[in-house]
């Protein structure tokens, strides 16, 4: 068995599809965990770009001092 996501809350959406019981509810909680995966991907893609941009700015620096040392 594989390790559960720390974002998946396997209880949650265990009980929203025992309460899925006609097409509706089943299409809205198709909807969320669409929606709820993409807002975890945004969020990812969100930090990746904030430590990206934070190695960019740390070279910067550490070239720029080293332009002056010399």
């Not at 969020?43 to 332009?67: E, F, K, P, W, Y």
């Amino acid at each position: 068995m594989r390790k559960q996501d720390l974002g998946f809350d396997y209880h949650r959406y265990h009980r929203l599809l025992s309460e899925a019981d006609n097409e509706d509810k089943r299409l809205a909680l198709i909807e969320l965990l669409i929606e709820e995966k993409a807002r975890d991907r945004l969020a990812a893609q969100r930090a990746s770009d904030r430590a990206a941009m934070t190695a960019h700015t740390i070279a910067t620096v550490l070239r720029n001092g080293r332009r002056s040392a010399d």
